[in-house]
């Protein structure tokens, strides 16, 4: 902030307090209007009284001039660029629909240093300067919950998407993980299941999440443990067509969620879909047909009809080599295994077991020969062949979101034990997730590179330790290419 003088209709001066971004110009605050110099001189301090109170930002070479070295100490020094940053990407996502500062503050923690609660607290007052008590943050976490944070995350997020990302959001992808505890007690949604976490002895809950074809987060829903994902899309993909009002929505699934009962509701609903195609599981004759017709030929692309829904099949030279050295792995796991049957072999492939006899399963690995290189994909549009494809291919985009999810945002595993606190945590987590993929949509780097680069800023704070007068500075970078990556950081979210 500075203060100016300007002229105002009526022949005098007025000293306004004002800033100045990427050449907009903010008034703050109009202080006044002079005459003479006795006037200008009051309004002046004035002006000085009112942003050394909205900013604490004294005058740096005042407070300097009027001591010795020795008297001067900086007391503070805190990363409060990162604070900034993340907090006005968090306004910008229209996230503060949800008026409550202590659920920004624990998203923002969320993103810099992911831990418990408690050690949040400890985050939020030591590096932020953000007191809160912990009875606090698990009363507000409550609330949020039950007055429909979690809905009102999901509205302010497909807004953002459809206005400034410029998505019409026709097509949105969709997968699920799971996400462990440390626990093996059973309560509410924690339950065992199949672990995509490879954590089968611990209890855990499954998580759906929505993305847009950027790979931005949209809606999310959580699952007991033992849920089979494929019985999760239909009411994932009811909910979030009615979010989005949309009724041409198209809807990209991978194959674990194929079923037929999901194609006939998703069609009953009029969605549109496309989802991956588990060819193994094609009667023999459909096989014969597709391999004969694509002739091992790169690149090639066939359209058949199944259970009335077209088959949209590929070839690719490269998955057919990727396929061939997987089966020949297989086999010779499995050759193991027949060397040594008394290792447990219900996991491994190509074993057949007839009473104690184990021996190679050769019909299916002539199957899986046959169909080296072959992709297929199911879907109920029009779509061009390579656009079908293209589309599934996306699906990318939302394992990305699950890794940064468990990676940077480390949502797992989970410590919580009610259903309640579990979901606000996933709500905190969602939230999370949606300002990094801004960030580094909008930086082209990794949250964790941006995070690094904003820590070079600390606002350090210079007090005279006789007086107790101080001010505010912020570390200054010199060189230019860290400057101007700076510079754009503070411009994120205005």
Request: proline share 3%.
């Given at each position: 902030m500075r203060i100016r003088v300007t002229p105002t209709g009526s022949g005098k001066y007025a000293i306004q307090v004002v800033s100045k971004h990427h050449g907009k110009l903010t008034v703050h605050k109009h202080i006044g209007t002079f005459t003479d110099e006795s006037e200008k001189s009051q309004l002046y301090r004035k002006a000085k009284e009112f942003i050394a109170e909205v900013t604490h930002q004294g005058n740096l070479l005042d407070l300097l001039s009027s001591c010795r070295p020795s008297d001067v100490a900086i007391t503070e020094s805190r990363p409060l660029l990162v604070y900034q940053l993340l907090s006005a990407v968090y306004d910008k996502l229209g996230l503060s629909a949800y008026p409550d500062p202590l659920i920004k503050d624990l998203v923002i923690a969320r993103i810099y240093s992911p831990a418990s609660k408690r050690e949040t607290r400890e985050i939020l007052a030591d590096l932020f300067n953000r007191e809160w008590s912990l009875i606090t943050i698990y009363r507000h976490l409550k609330k949020g919950i039950d007055t429909g944070l979690k809905d009102i995350f999901q509205k302010a997020l497909i807004d953002f998407a459809r206005d400034d990302l410029q998505d019409s959001l026709h097509l949105i992808f969709y997968d699920v993980t799971t996400l462990?505890?440390?626990?093996?007690?059973?309560?509410?949604?924690?339950?065992?299941?199949?672990?995509?976490?490879?954590?089968?002895?611990?209890?855990?809950?499954?998580?759906?999440?929505?993305?847009?074809?950027?790979?931005?987060?949209?809606?999310?829903?959580?699952?007991?443990?033992?849920?089979?994902?494929?019985?999760?899309?239909?009411?994932?993909?009811?909910?979030?067509?009615?979010?989005?009002?949309?009724?041409?929505?198209?809807?990209?699934?991978?194959?674990?969620?194929?079923?037929?009962?999901?194609?006939?509701?998703?069609?009953?609903?009029?969605?549109?879909?496309?989802?991956?195609?588990?060819?193994?599981?094609?009667?023999?004759?459909?096989?014969?047909?597709?391999?004969?017709?694509?002739?091992?030929?790169?690149?090639?692309?066939?359209?058949?009809?199944?259970?009335?829904?077209?088959?949209?099949?590929?070839?690719?030279?490269?998955?057919?080599?990727?396929?061939?050295?997987?089966?020949?792995?297989?086999?010779?796991?499995?050759?193991?295994?027949?060397?040594?049957?008394?290792?447990?072999?219900?996991?491994?492939?190509?074993?057949?077991?007839?009473?104690?006899?184990?021996?190679?399963?050769?019909?299916?690995v002539t199957k899986a020969e046959r169909l080296e290189g072959i992709k297929g994909y199911i879907t109920n549009t029009q779509l061009p062949e390579a656009t079908v494809i293209q589309r599934y291919h996306d699906l990318w985009r939302i394992e990305y979101a699950f890794r940064l999810t468990k990676s940077d945002l480390e949502a797992r595993p989970v410590f919580h034990r009610l259903d309640e606190t579990i979901q606000a945590h996933l709500v905190i987590v969602f939230a999370g997730l949606a300002i990094c993929k801004y960030i580094e949509d909008k930086t082209g780097m990794s949250i964790q590179r941006v995070l690094k680069l904003a820590e070079k800023v600390l606002t350090h704070k210079v007090t005279n330790i006789k007086t107790g007068e101080y001010a505010y500075i912020e570390t200054t970078i010199e060189d230019p290419r860290i400057k101007e990556k700076i510079a754009f950081l503070k411009s994120l979210g205005h």
């Open positions: 462990y505890f440390e626990s093996t007690v059973r309560a509410g949604i924690r339950d065992f299941g199949f672990s995509k976490d490879h954590r089968p002895q611990e209890t855990q809950i499954v998580v759906g999440l929505v993305v847009n074809h950027q790979g931005f987060p949209l809606y999310f829903d959580v699952f007991r443990g033992r849920t089979f994902e494929g019985h999760t899309l239909c009411s994932v993909v009811k909910n979030i067509q009615k979010l989005l009002g949309n009724p041409e929505l198209v809807v990209v699934a991978d194959s674990a969620m194929l079923s037929q009962e999901n194609i006939d509701r998703l069609i009953r609903e009029g969605i549109s879909f496309i989802v991956g195609a588990r060819i193994a599981n094609l009667p023999s004759q459909m096989i014969d047909q597709i391999t004969s017709q694509l002739s091992s030929q790169d690149g090639k692309t066939i359209t058949v009809t199944y259970r009335k829904q077209r088959l949209v099949c590929q070839y690719l030279q490269q998955r057919a080599a990727k396929d061939r050295t997987d089966r020949e792995k297989q086999i010779a796991r499995a050759q193991e295994i027949i060397n040594a049957p008394n290792v447990k072999m219900r996991r491994y492939r190509f074993i057949k077991m007839a009473g104690p006899t184990v021996t190679l399963n050769v019909d299916l």
